[in-house]
């Protein structure tokens, strides 16, 4: 079994209408969402949940009010400010250090665990789906990541798949590397543009580093050959095969609308260019 992330510098650049293509072109696969952060992929995959979980992460003060005897050293310590003056918690400002928890000498403060989002085993017409959602403003988004890609790599041992297809998030963060663990080709989709040519730089840096073969597709190639050759050219320096150029259609547009991949939706040379990206990722 192959696992194969699609990844981006930065966000917008056409990395899930990507990735739905490539769960509806590919066979027996499991597919993933890593972007736990803004998941997006399952509106066009329109999965049917079979399971849901809690994801706990992280930790909260809570004080106990019949303990507290208000002597303040909580308020003395506290650098966040998540203790109010009433001896309550505020749990948006509350770093879950523990610190308040350790001066208190009544025993009146404990850290609880939080509920920090929800992960997701769904069905799909194109196959097995996991999936998940980070609370609001909750972090440890990279151990999320990580635990539906061990959920996702369990499912494809149990049912003999042959590809796991990830949805990776954007960026270059501990999201992004959680994702890029122990994959075995990374396609990068970028756009030509100074910030897609600069993030993609980054995001090949990141994958360099753990060793990840890397593949690249430019996305609206046609929108500025110039940074498209660009593009082309840095590749070349660094042996990075481009596997596919997909021009701007105002069809694609249509097809995300309509909730549909691009090759569902889509004829012609765009989805013979997606067909084309999908034999030269195959492992």
Not at 152 to 166: F, H, P, S, T, W
Not at 225 to 240: K, L, Y
Request: charged share 25%; glycine share 10%; aromatic share 4%.
């Amino acid at each position: 079994m192959k696992t194969i992330v699609v990844i981006s510098g930065k966000g917008g650049t056409g990395k899930t209408v990507v990735t739905g293509s490539l769960a509806a072109l590919a066979k027996n696969k499991v597919m993933v969402d890593c972007d736990v952060d803004a998941a997006d992929l399952h509106l066009l995959l329109h999965p049917r949940i079979i399971e849901r979980h809690e994801f706990r992460s992280g930790h909260t003060a809570a004080i106990d009010g019949d303990l507290c005897k208000k002597c303040g050293r909580c308020l003395a310590v506290c650098r966040f400010d998540a203790i109010k003056p009433d001896f309550s918690v505020e749990s948006f400002s509350c770093e879950g250090c523990g610190l308040c928890s350790l001066v208190c000498p009544h025993g009146a403060i404990h850290m609880q665990e939080n509920v920090a989002g929800e992960w997701f085993v769904s069905d799909t017409s194109y196959g097995p789906f996991v999936h998940a959602k980070l609370g609001i403003a909750e972090e440890n988004s990279g151990k999320l990541v990580a635990k539906i890609r061990q959920v996702a790599k369990e499912l494809g041992e149990k049912n003999r798949a042959d590809y796991v297809i990830v949805d990776g998030p954007p960026g270059i963060g501990c999201p992004v590397i959680a994702s890029l663990s122990g994959v075995d080709c990374a396609l990068i989709v970028t756009e030509p543009t100074l910030s897609g040519i600069h993030d993609a730089q980054r995001v090949i840096d990141v994958a360099g580093h753990f060793h990840i073969p890397v593949k690249l597709v430019v996305n609206k190639h046609d929108l500025n050959h110039g940074m498209t050759s660009r593009i082309e050219a840095f590749c070349r320096e660094q042996n990075i095969p481009v596997i596919g150029k997909i021009a701007f259609d105002k069809t694609v547009v249509a097809s995300m609308v309509e909730g549909k991949t691009i090759v569902e939706h889509v004829s012609g040379a765009i989805k013979e260019e997606l067909c084309k990206i999908w034999e030269g990722l195959k492992i």
